[in-house]
C-alpha cells in the first residue's frame, strides 16, 4: 500500500508560479502528477521515472517542471505561466505491483 498526499494548491493570478508536492508513504519509482478541469477527463500532467527522466504533456512543456526528492519521498512540481486554463485538481500518481495509487488531489484555480 501506498498512501500519496498532495499540497500547495490554492488561487493565483494568471503567470504567478505555483510548486505543488506530494509525498509518498514509502519509496516509490515512477511517479506522475495529473489533473482534472472542471467538467473534463483527468490527465496526464508530467511523470518521472526513479532515474529523474520525465516527460511532459504538450500544454505544460516549458512551463511545468517534475522534481523528485527521493531521499524525502517527495515528488514536486512546479507550475510557472501559469494560464486560466491551468485550473483543476491536481493528483499525483504512481503504480504497485500493477495497481495504481492516488492522492486526494490538491486544488488549482487560476484567475485571469
Known amino acids: 500500500q501506498v498512501q500519496l498526499v498532495e499540497s500547495g494548491g490554492g488561487l493565483v493570478q494568471a503567470g504567478v508560479p505555483l510548486s505543488l508536492s506530494c509525498v509518498a508513504s514509502r519509496i516509490i519509482f515512477n511517479i506522475g502528477w495529473y489533473r482534472q478541469p472542471p467538467g473534463k477527463e483527468r490527465e496526464l500532467v508530467a511523470v518521472?521515472?526513479?532515474?529523474?527522466?520525465?516527460d511532459y504533456a504538450d500544454s505544460v512543456k516549458g512551463r511545468f517542471t517534475i522534481s523528485r526528492d527521493t531521499a524525502k519521498k517527495t515528488v514536486y512540481l512546479q507550475m510557472n505561466s501559469l494560464k486560466p486554463e491551468d485550473t483543476a485538481v491536481y493528483y499525483c500518481?504512481?503504480?504497485?505491483?500493477?495497481?495504481?495509487?492516488w492522492g486526494q488531489g490538491t486544488r488549482v484555480t487560476v484567475s485571469s
Open positions: 500518481n504512481t503504480q504497485q505491483n500493477g495497481r495504481p495509487y
Open positions: 518521472i521515472t526513479s532515474v529523474g527522466s520525465t
